[in-house]
């Protein structure tokens, strides 16, 4: 299959899961809701783990999975975290530059290099994400950028644009080593095992959990579910097409949140937003195109 295709539906299960993410934290705290999800994901992701024959896990691969794992644990916290203490029109912007930051560390990294008409193309999906989730209609074009000096939300999101810049080469390298989704499987593992520790601990210290409801636990299964079909199509995606432009065309999860949104929410500034998404269409169209 293309990797264009599967990178696409990386960015709609990507949408999908944070918006029942941030849906669900109304309620319960980050490490909570992050236990939750990465369970349920990983028992979906488990059969398809199994199906697969593993290349040998050798030293090198341990040592970079030692060095992507904890990156991607602080990388879920701050995102979650995020989204949470601050409004989205001033941190999910931010998550834009995660495109162009793919340029550089794919160049150190992995030597991967974009072509002219790539590198338009990631400018341009870059720009129109930034656009598509800022609120024009109410706050300046400069707000999220200005946020991170005054707001920890912003600061936390653009740490995460970054580490996800850096974290989606390493995994690439990754799964050239070992294999993708055997790769995915372990590392969603890992992010479990952690978020739990940490989740009983803070449970145990008196940290508040809301009463599962069938709605709730509803929303987590569907989460799970969509955040295991994320996983498992990014790093599909990733070992097929260089890193930018996987990066580039997930970020099409901007889109579909809005659209989300938009449908369900009865979010408003649907004329900005469908200028963001018009200048992310295009940005995609040169990188396919190159």
């Known amino acids: 299959m293309n990797w264009f295709f599967i990178a696409l539906t990386c960015a709609f299960s990507t949408a999908c899961c944070d918006a029942l993410s941030k849906y669900i934290m109304r309620d319960n ?41 904890p990156l991607e644990i602080v990388a879920y916290y701050l995102f979650l975290s995020s989204i949470r203490m601050a409004a989205l029109s001033l941190t999910v912007p931010l998550l834009a530059f995660t495109p162009v930051l793919t340029i550089a560390s794919s160049a150190l990294i992995l030597g991967e290099k974009v072509s002219t008409a790539g590198a338009i193309g990631i400018s341009l999906v870059t720009v129109g994400a930034y656009i598509l989730n800022g609120n024009l209609a109410n706050q300046s074009f400069w707000a999220p950028i200005r946020a991170l000096f005054s707001h920890p939300g912003s600061r936390r999101m653009f740490l995460v644009a970054v580490i996800w810049a850096v974290t989606s080469s390493l995994g690439k390298k990754g799964v050239l080593l070992y294999d993708p989704i055997p790769f995915s499987f ?78 369900f929410f009865g979010e408003r500034n649907v004329v900005y937003r469908l200028a963001g998404a018009s200048t992310m269409v295009c940005g995609v169209f040169f990188m396919y195109s190159s």
């Open 29 to 69: 705290d980050e490490w909570i809701t992050g236990t939750a999800i990465l369970g349920i994901s990983l028992v979906f992701m488990l059969p398809v783990f199994l199906s697969c024959e593993c290349k040998p896990f050798t030293p090198e691969v341990a040592a970079l999975f030692a060095v992507v794992l």
């Open 186 to 263: 372990l590392l969603v593992a890992g992010d479990l095992v952690i978020f739990a520790l940490i989740a009983v601990f803070r449970v145990h210290r008196g940290t508040a959990v809301k009463q599962m409801t069938k709605s709730t636990l509803g929303l987590l299964f569907t989460a799970g579910v969509f955040m295991a079909g994320a996983e498992l199509t990014h790093f599909v995606a990733v070992s097929m097409a260089p890193v930018a432009y996987m990066i580039s065309v997930k970020r099409l999860s901007l889109v579909f949140g809005v659209l989300l949104g938009w449908i």
